[in-house]
């Protein structure tokens, strides 16, 4: 890879996949920031079905990783396409659509993928090269595991980037999972000598206890290394919002539920769909005082519930396949025709349509929906990506982002959202209501009249909503949180130099076995 010069950086590279790299970097952006830094986010090459949209001031823009987004809230900054050029999104174990600088470009196999990895490489130096230029530090983020060394001659984001980019690099690891010493140590002890010069320390992330017990580890592992460990980050409960990784969703009760306002809980399960996309709409419903949010695969885990939510997918016709399999279709169904409230979200929305007619994604060409909605569905190639604003509930403001490929094609008798020219949007048929639009309920006065509606509807008298809930002010704190985080238990002085003076010199290389 050619070079790529520029002011200071760093890479923050991770010993797995929700290892803590995207909200260390989110956190060193907001430390940064914070002190008069302009600085920016960059991922190079992510792997999400999560993305938020970005639109640049010319009006142009697309898709980037939900991270990003976020890392740009961190540095004061609007989302843009340049924080991450280059988005994977996964339609299948073996397929994924290339999203390049925003916009979609085709669809491509671990098999065919150096076929596009020059191209790739190039737009990848070109936008971090620009994003260097205009600012004083830009934050790198990589993706997965540095130590993938099965890909590391097509690497993008990680080592390549940072040979590339002479970048130093911080290697973070997840105390939670256990074994984090052996993971720090092995992922430098994996990497070539050129690679392991521009490792330049560790980050511990998760850690819950004592940490003088953890110090005798972390000495030995700089004497074994030769390498510092910058600081351990204790495991924090108020960082739950805007997940991008699959893992961070595990089945258990999303967020931290504050004590219900008034005698009754709201009780939501949204599906957790093989190709969950934009699982993060769901946490603007589980920051609402007494409302708990589970995630769930289970049918016997509707039974009982008082909202069914199904959320976005990356592949639609493929994953309402899966809920019939699983008989959750069954459930879903009979949840709604008892008259309890139901919620489809984009691709969740298209599944309770009457007909879905795809030929882009699983070009299945027409299937059956749940019909639950009097609506059809029909595929474009084109894909929406919008940032609509209307109202809904006879005037409440609501807005949200565009993603998808499918399109309403049959009319609305009774849409959710007005848009300003007062077409519709959505639809309602009762107690079910579906969006195509994402980031609707972080509207605070929509989130709260839907949760009534939807507790009226459950007979849930007793549950009353919060009136002071702000979803923006939540995610402001969160990015405090990380910064604080930062600030109190890194040694920032390191991180600064590292990132104005690059990796030290003659740091030393770890030979393993036979190497």
């Not at 830094?37 to 090459?45: E, I, L, S």
């Amino acid at each position: 890879m050619g070079g790529v010069e520029g002011k200071g950086g760093l890479l923050v590279a991770g010993t797995t996949s929700d290892a803590g790299k995207s909200l260390l970097t989110a956190g060193i952006c907001r430390w940064l920031h914070r002190q008069g830094v302009n600085v920016a986010p960059f991922k190079a090459q992510n792997m999400s079905n999560n993305s938020a949209v970005a639109i640049e001031p010319d009006g142009t823009g697309g898709e980037i990783g939900r991270a990003q987004a976020l890392q740009a809230v961190a540095c004061g900054l609007a989302p843009s396409v340049r924080f991450n050029p280059v988005l994977l999104k996964p339609g299948s174990d073996r397929r994924s659509q290339v999203i390049v600088l925003g916009q979609a470009v085709g669809h491509i196999g671990a098999a065919n993928y150096a076929e596009i990895k020059d191209r790739l490489r190039s737009t990848v130096l070109e936008t971090l090269a620009d994003l260097r230029r205009r600012h004083d530090v830009v934050i790198c983020e990589g993706a997965g595991s540095p130590t993938e060394i099965n890909l590391r001659a097509m690497d993008l984001a990680n080592m390549g980037l940072a040979r590339a980019a002479d970048l130093p690099v911080i290697v973070v690891g997840d105390i939670d999972r256990g074994g984090v010493f052996a993971a720090l140590f092995g992922t430098v002890a994996l990497l070539d000598a050129e690679d392991q010069a521009l490792v330049s320390g560790f980050v511990i992330n998760k850690f819950r206890g004592d940490a003088g017990l953890l110090r005798p580890g972390v000495e030995s592992l700089t004497e074994l290394t030769g390498r510092p460990t910058f600081g351990v980050l204790p495991w924090s409960y108020d960082l739950w919002l805007d997940a991008e990784d699959s893992l961070a969703y595990d089945g258990r009760v999303l967020g931290r539920p504050a004590p219900a306002r008034g005698s009754q809980w709201l009780r939501v399960a949204v599906i957790r769909l093989p190709r969950l996309s934009n699982a993060t709409d769901a946490e603007a419903l589980a920051c609402e005082p007494g409302v708990q949010v589970r995630l769930t695969v289970e049918p016997a885990d509707i039974a009982d519930v008082d909202l069914v939510v199904v959320p976005g997918s990356k592949s639609t016709v493929d994953d309402l396949a899966w809920l019939r399999e699983r008989g959750l279709a069954d459930a879903i169904v009979r949840h709604a025709k008892a008259g309890r409230p139901l919620l489809g979200i984009c691709g969740g929305f298209q599944m309770l349509a009457e007909r879905i007619d795809d030929e882009v994604e699983s070009r299945q060409g027409t299937v059956a929906g749940l019909g639950l909605l009097p609506v059809d569905v029909a595929f474009a190639e084109r894909k929406t990506l919008a940032l609509p604003s209307g109202t809904a509930f006879d005037g409440v403001a609501v807005t949200g982002y565009e993603i998808h490929h499918g399109q309403v094609t049959r009319g609305v008798e009774r849409p959710f959202i007005r848009r300003p020219d007062g077409s519709g949007e959505g639809a309602v048929a009762g107690n079910v209501f579906g969006t195509h639009w994402h980031g609707a309920f972080e509207s605070d006065e929509f989130r709260r009249v839907f949760l009534t509606e939807a507790a009226r509807l459950a007979g849930r008298h007793g549950f009353e909503v919060a009136p002071d809930t702000s979803f923006a002010a939540l995610r402001e704190r969160t990015v405090d949180v990380l910064g604080d985080l930062v600030e109190e238990h890194l040694d920032t002085g390191a991180l600064w130099r590292l990132i104005e003076g690059g990796a030290p010199p003659g740091l030393p290389t770890i030979t393993v076995g036979t190497r």
